[in-house]
Antibody
Framework: EVLLLESGGGLVQPGGSLRLSCAAS????????MTWVRHSPGKGLQWVSG????????YYADSVKGRFTMTRDNSRNTLYLQMTNLRADDTAVYYC???????????????WGQGTLVTVSS | QSALTQPPSVSGSPGQSLTISCTGT?????????VSWFHQAPGTAPKLLIY???DRPSGVPDRFSGSRSGNTASLTISGLQAEDGGDYYC??????????FGGGTKVTVL
């Protein structure tokens, strides 16, 4: 069974930083691209970033480019999202999701974690 | 990276059919066979219903079907059931290796 478990969310002040983690199990982690998607009540779902199975290629939404960095440690079956210079509009539940192959490039997200809440507020 | 356009809400009675539209451009919905639909029940993670415009992952009932005409994709739910309520999102690959979602459609089963 595929399991994805996010952690690292919390309350942070504007301009602050936070690192999210996503622990994966139940599949060959290094052979699947992964994605972060966030959900805020007023905006619905928003794709944040994607990474190839090898970790050599990363992709970002314009709204987070230059502020967020997505990485993975295939030896630990763990995905990361380093978030810096956080803004109020980054407030959301952040989900990690599994793709269907090693390359990022389509919204085939067949397994999702339960999400971790990030609140940016002073 | 503008969001795809979906109706904010639709409703139907049990047993009826309803269709949700998702309008984009030639740079996303109309340009690639990489359109998906997700269902998100309150308080839960999204679930993949349709991928590559028309295909269903294993385990998704055939009451759910996808189609596309030009720059507009559609999700049809046939034989509406109470558990079909919730939010539905379309999503598409877009140029420059990005993914975009629609604004979401709230489905109410009357």
């Amino acid at each position: 069974e595929v399991l994805l478990l996010e952690s690292g969310g919390g309350l942070v002040q504007p301009g602050g930083s936070l690192r999210l983690s996503c622990a994966a199990s139940g599949f060959n982690f290094n052979t699947y691209a992964m994605t972060w998607v966030r959900h805020s009540p007023g905006k619905g779902l928003q794709w944040v970033s994607g990474i190839s199975g090898s970790g050599t290629a990363t992709y970002y939404a314009d709204s987070v480019k230059g502020r967020f960095t997505m990485t993975r440690d295939n030896s630990r079956n763990t995905l990361y999202l380093q978030m810096t210079n956080l803004r109020a509009d980054d407030t959301a539940v952040y989900y990690c999701a599994k793709d269907r192959g090693p390359y990022f490039g389509e919204p085939y997200f067949d397994s999702w974690g339960q999400g971790t809440l990030v609140t940016v507020s002073s | 990276q503008s969001a795809l356009t979906q109706p904010p809400s639709v409703s139907g009675s049990p047993g009826q059919s309803l269709t949700i539209s998702c309008t984009g451009t030639r740079s996303d919905v109309g340009g690639y066979n990489r359109v998906s639909w997700f269902h998100q029940a309150p308080g839960t993670a999204p679930k993949l219903l349709i991928y590559e415009v028309t295909d269903r992952p294993s385990g998704v009932p055939d009451r759910f079907s996808g189609s596309r005409s030009g720059n507009t994709a559609s999700l049809t739910i046939s034989g509406l059931q109470a558990e079909d309520g919730g939010d539905y999102y379309c999503s598409s690959y877009s140029t420059s290796m990005t993914i975009i979602f629609g604004g979401g459609t709230k489905v109410t089963v009357l």
